[in-house]
């Protein structure tokens, strides 16, 4: 079994080709159970979360036996290691053979859910971002935040980015960190403004209160919701929701766990029937993305093991 640590991914993976492997991947689709979702609770520190996620290829959909991969990622969520200096996030990931079961290869799971999560938020993006959109706020300046704005630049010609952080010596930080790109990228303590002059918003956060109004959102902006991954999670407002055309990564996912979801849903605000599409929808032709130029959308995911098998084997394929 082979050992694949986050430097090696690093060596390995690049935007472009990572967000056609997950293009294949949800067109292809594979066997995905509902991942295993368990709150630890530990004194003295708000409740950590432990994450168990399997997916296989699918042999009946493909027509053979002898090919494929199994694999499951161990993710576990501490929300209080921020304030210590430790990762947020946390895991494994373990590759197996589809046709023995013998391990492959055990791959640093922190550093996959990265690359993937940034990578499909991006393969939303190229269905519904405006072709012309160059200017992006970065909501949150953690471990995902330079991942995403690599992932959007790959996608889409972006010459201005703005971070805002609730910190704002993180974003000045990561703003820093990430000069010297093919943009201009600066951090700002002016939210609403940011908000207002963007083109793609992409919010990676574990906030539970919406952090910006939909009423600050213009015409023709996509929104990109990645931090929220419980019910109780919020990352924008009910006006948001309400003014944009609604897309997700995966129906069962989000409208199970996506608090930016759930919570309109179980007011009344929505219903199910108004999610436009999910990637493999997207991914396969069968639903449109982006109708109009000054249209809103919003893309709301919460991962998907999907999305971690098919960056592990790509991983494993060049490692």
Request: proline content about 4%.
């Amino acid at each position: 079994m082979r050992i694949i640590p986050a430097a090696d991914i690093a060596d390995v993976l690049i935007f472009p080709e990572l967000i056609e492997t997950l293009r294949s991947a949800f067109r292809s689709g594979a066997v995905t159970p509902v991942r295993h979702h368990h709150a630890v609770h530990l004194p003295d520190q708000s409740d950590a979360t432990l994450l168990l996620m399997p997916s296989w290829t699918d042999f009946s959909a493909q027509g053979h036996s002898d090919r494929g991969y199994i694999g499951v990622k161990i993710v576990s969520v501490f929300p209080d290691n921020a304030s210590r200096d430790r990762a947020t996030v946390s895991g494994v990931y373990l590759l197996m053979s589809g046709s023995s079961g013998e391990p492959l290869a055990l791959i640093d799971g922190k550093s996959l859910t990265l690359w993937r999560t940034a990578a499909a938020s991006a393969l939303a993006a190229s269905y519904l971002a405006r072709q012309d959109a160059h200017r992006l706020l970065m909501i949150g300046a953690g471990a995902l935040a330079p991942y995403l704005i690599d992932a959007h630049a790959a996608v889409r010609p972006l010459k201005e980015v703005l971070v805002w952080n609730r910190t704002a010596s993180a974003a000045e930080r990561l703003a820093e960190r990430m000069t010297g790109r093919n943009f201009s990228i600066a951090a700002t303590t002016d939210l609403e403004s940011a908000v207002r002059g963007a083109d793609i918003v992409s919010c990676a956060t574990l906030s539970h209160q919406p952090l910006f109004q939909g009423d600050w959102l213009s015409g023709g902006v996509h929104v990109d919701l990645v931090g929220g991954f419980r019910p109780d999670m919020r990352e924008v407002d009910d006006d948001a929701i309400r003014r944009a055309r609604l897309f997700v990564d995966t129906r069962e996912g989000a409208l199970a766990e996506a608090g930016d979801l759930v919570q309109p849903l179980q007011s009344g605000l929505i219903s199910e029937d108004d999610i436009a599409a999910d990637l493999f929808d997207l991914s396969r032709g069968k639903r449109a993305g982006r109708r109009y130029h000054d249209q809103i959308t919003l893309f709301k995911s919460v991962g998907t093991a999907l999305e971690d098998l098919a960056a592990a084997i790509h991983v494993f394929a060049r490692a």
